[in-house]
């Protein structure tokens, strides 16, 4: 049973450019998070998306920033005209369950390092 | 100012020596905490989980407390060996009522030298 898998592991982007972020959540997760990490920084809440919905976008900048989860297929963190402030490790993680949930952990992947030139 | 603080910001050990890490909250209503482990270049993996009624919970040589009337919450690593280095990470999570939200503390990082 293969963990949240997210590529690219890094990722390399001039100022302007797009940046599009995979994540598979674990078999039988329909429940995914994607989460900012800056340096020194702790991770911090973007979105919560289920299958074909999202949920909670609380945490993502209303601009150049978008989610999805399709019926297919892994979700994507997408950013649009990338400046160097973008520049992160942006983690995926998945739960079987509705929520955050309150008695069970959260599954991570590896994360994918953003680096905006 | 974070709802979630942690101490110390980093820590250099001998291996096979104890040490406890420290985390203090101020989020409310509290459901549960969380203590993860992260290594370079990896994804959180959790360590233990504890609700309002538990004080302690052991995973292996790692071992959590917690009360909820001081708001705080240590980790204690027994025997640290070098795979230990890493940051661990304070995960306190707030009841919304009809969701949750996390909230991350920023880590200790641990280094654990022979």
């Known amino acids: 049973n293969a963990g949240v898998m997210q590529n690219p592991r890094h990722l390399v982007r001039r100022r302007g450019q797009e940046a599009r972020l995979r994540c598979s959540p674990m078999?039988?997760?329909?429940?995914v998070y994607w989460y900012r990490q800056l340096p020194e920084e702790g991770l911090k809440f973007m979105v919560y998306l289920q299958k074909e919905n999202i949920i909670d976008e609380s945490g993502m900048p209303k601009e150049r920033f978008s989610a999805e989860f399709p019926k297919e297929g892994p979700s994507i963190l997408r950013i649009q005209q990338v400046v160097r402030g973008d520049s992160a490790a942006y983690f995926c993680?998945?739960?079987?369950?509705?929520?955050?949930?309150?008695?069970?952990?959260?599954?991570f992947g590896n994360g994918t390092r953003l680096t905006v030139t | 100012k974070n709802q979630v603080e942690q101490s110390p910001q980093s820590l250099i050990i001998l291996e096979g020596k104890n040490c406890t890490l420290q985390?203090?909250?101020?989020?409310?209503?509290?459901?549960?905490l969380r203590w993860y482990k992260q290594d370079t270049g990896r994804g959180p993996v959790s360590l233990t989980i504890m609700t309002f009624s538990e004080n302690t919970k052991s995973n292996g040589r790692y071992t959590a407390t917690l009360d909820a009337d001081t708001k705080q919450s240590s980790l204690h690593i027994t025997a640290s060996q070098l795979s230990d280095s890493a940051s661990y990470i304070c995960?306190?999570?707030?009841?919304?009522?009809?969701?949750?939200?996390?909230?991350f503390g920023t880590g200790t990082r641990l280094q654990v030298t022979l």
């Open positions: 985390c203090n909250y101020t989020v409310s209503p509290f459901s549960n």
């Open positions: 078999k039988g997760h329909s429940h």
């Open positions: 995960v306190v999570t707030k009841n919304t009522g009809t969701a949750s939200k996390l909230t």
């Open positions: 993680a998945s739960s079987p369950y509705p929520g955050q949930p309150k008695n069970s952990p959260l599954h």
